[in-house]
């Protein structure tokens, strides 16, 4: 019974490094295709048959697509992210200021008319109208405790 037994030392160290080193030209390649390909998509100066065109370039025939494109197109490559980075940082900025601007505080004019309402159907009483009112125009009311004001 002659069993072979492979060990650690039947893949010499060398054979591991170049293993490792083609791994890793092999992940670089599949980035490098994809981020091409992003690109092709983000551009907007391309027309449809433009983007058609490089697609197929760079599937059909890939490693001469991808250096074509690099070599034609890739100077404008690193503007194209920087305009779309800057879009997107944009419209976050939007938003966030959209956001903010539904929960500032409102105005003493709208919630005295708020209290006044409360007050006209009968949600708290003169008394209260009178301390919450107080409130308001010193500066220290909220709608929050407007709010509490109104009877349990």
């Given at each position: 019974?002659?069993?072979?037994?492979?060990?650690?030392?039947?893949?010499?160290?060398?054979?591991?490094?170049?293993?490792?080193?083609?791994?890793?030209?092999?992940?670089m390649?599949?980035?490098?295709?994809?981020?091409?390909i992003?690109?092709?998509?983000?551009?907007?100066?391309?027309?449809?048959?433009?983007?058609?065109g490089?697609l197929?370039?760079?599937?059909?025939?890939?490693?001469?697509?991808?250096?074509?494109?690099?070599?034609?197109?890739?100077k404008?490559?690193?503007?194209?992210?920087?305009?779309?980075?800057?879009?997107?940082?944009?419209?976050?900025?939007?938003?966030?200021?959209?956001?903010?601007g539904?929960?500032?505080?409102?105005?003493?004019?709208?919630?005295?008319a708020?209290?006044?309402?409360?007050?006209s159907?009968?949600?708290?009483?003169?008394?209260e109208?009178?301390?919450?009112?107080?409130?308001?125009?010193?500066?220290?009311?909220?709608?929050?405790r407007?709010?509490?004001?109104?009877?349990?």
């Open positions: 019974m002659s069993a072979h037994t492979y060990l650690a030392y039947d893949y010499p160290l060398l054979s591991m490094f170049w293993t490792l080193l083609w791994f890793f030209l092999w992940i390649w599949f980035v490098l295709l994809f981020r091409i992003g690109d092709i998509f983000r551009d907007d100066s391309l027309s449809g048959w433009g983007k058609t490089w197929v370039f760079c599937i059909v025939l890939p490693f001469l697509g991808v250096f074509v494109y690099l070599i034609a197109r890739g404008s490559m690193g503007q194209r992210e920087i305009d779309h980075a800057q879009k997107q940082q944009r419209v976050f900025d939007d938003y966030v200021r959209d956001r903010a539904e929960a500032k505080k409102p105005s003493s004019a709208e919630e005295l708020k209290l006044s309402e409360m007050r159907h009968g949600d708290i009483t003169d008394d109208f009178r301390r919450a009112k107080e409130l308001v125009l010193s500066g220290a009311g909220t709608s929050a407007s709010d509490s004001a109104t009877p349990s």
